[in-house]
């Protein structure tokens, strides 16, 4: 047998030693690479937490749901109202009495000789004369202390007028209160609901935005929706907030308030300015500061426990599915009283 040379037994070795070693470089190259492939494969929304790919994930739904509840958040919130009505120059103090269905409201504002006007002091739901009113003499007296709370504040005896609500005609004492004032030489001014619609617009409804905006006043004995219509105003009357004690039903309160609130023409209907014991309630929850308009919350938004205030949400939610109006602003200091003053000479 032919004997191998120097020079074959290194080339043998040589290739030997080559597939070692790039054998060795393939075995070791697999064995490595599978821990990479385990640890960088996409991690689906189901995997275990600890991992990086999971905590972005994780990162990604809480950014997504905190993003989600911001927008959610600014929908509810109500956008801003910027509107500042004009101050009164040189203007007279003057007070005016609501005697309402469920007591007295009382306002002490400064009016000029331009009709504009400023709230100095408001009592809302005071019950001074409608409690311990068994005589006549009683009722006297309750009404001396209540105008002497105005004159004691500057307002003069002839500038103080009186004004029952239509809502308060019927209800019990009312009459006995009216001869009260009558002895006192005070003239008791009564007011149609429709009258009472005309003067809510006045005090409520700024000059800018008559033709593109209505006014609702939702009392306890009635509603009233109120607009401009060629210059003149026109007043529709429904149900009020204390409609459950006649024992009418929400559906059938629903059905007529969102009929007379159909009667707003479309043109008018981008915002409405909205007063009333129930609005009020709704206005504290989401008013900022001091500030004089508060833009409503949607019907939805509201948590309302008491008969009356649940009562007074149906009534505004039907006006607002109605009227598809998305911008409620409750005005703090008007009131329909306060409208009749501006009737007045000045």
Request: hydrophobic content about 40%.
């Amino acid at each position: 047998m032919q004997r191998i040379t120097l020079a074959g037994r290194l080339i043998i070795t040589l290739v030997v030693v080559a597939a070692v070693y790039f054998g060795f470089r393939y075995f070791v190259g697999n064995k490595a690479a599978a821990p990479v492939t385990a640890t960088t494969a996409p991690v689906s929304p189901g995997a275990a937490p600890g991992t990086e790919a999971s905590g972005d994930y994780s990162t990604t739904e809480s950014g997504s749901s905190t993003s989600t509840q911001t927008s959610s958040s600014a929908t509810a919130a109500a956008p801003a109202f910027t509107y500042e009505a004009p101050a009164p120059v040189n203007g007279k103090l003057k007070g005016v009495v609501e005697l309402g269905a469920s007591g007295f409201n009382s306002f002490i504002v400064r009016i000029d000789k331009s009709r504009n006007w400023k709230l100095e002091k408001a009592e809302f739901g005071n019950s001074l004369v409608m409690e311990n009113m068994s005589s006549d003499d009683d009722v006297r007296k309750g009404l001396k202390a209540y105008i002497g709370q105005m004159l004691d504040y500057g307002v003069s005896g002839r500038d103080i007028h009186f004004v029952v609500s239509s809502g308060a005609i019927k209800a019990s004492g009312t009459a006995k209160i009216i001869k009260a004032l009558k002895d006192l030489n005070y003239v008791v001014n009564t007011v149609t609901p429709e009258k009472e619609g005309v003067l809510g617009l006045r005090s409520v409804l700024p000059a800018s935005f008559a033709d593109k905006s209505f006014v609702t006043d939702i009392g306890s004995g009635n509603t009233k929706i109120t607009w401009m219509s060629g210059g003149a105003p026109k007043s529709v009357e429904t149900y009020g907030a204390k409609y459950f004690q006649d024992n009418v039903d929400d559906a059938t309160v629903a059905a007529d308030v969102k009929a007379k609130a159909n009667q707003v023409p479309q043109n008018l209907r981008q915002t409405c300015f909205i007063i009333g014991g129930v609005p009020f309630e709704m206005a504290k929850k989401v008013r900022n500061g001091k500030e004089r308009y508060t833009v409503l919350q949607a019907a939805d938004a509201y948590q309302l426990d008491n008969a009356k205030s649940k009562a007074g949400l149906n009534i505004y939610k039907s006006i607002a599915e109605a009227t598809g109006c998305k911008q409620f602003v409750f005005d703090w200091d008007a009131n329909f009283t306060i409208g009749y003053l501006l009737t007045l000479p000045q």
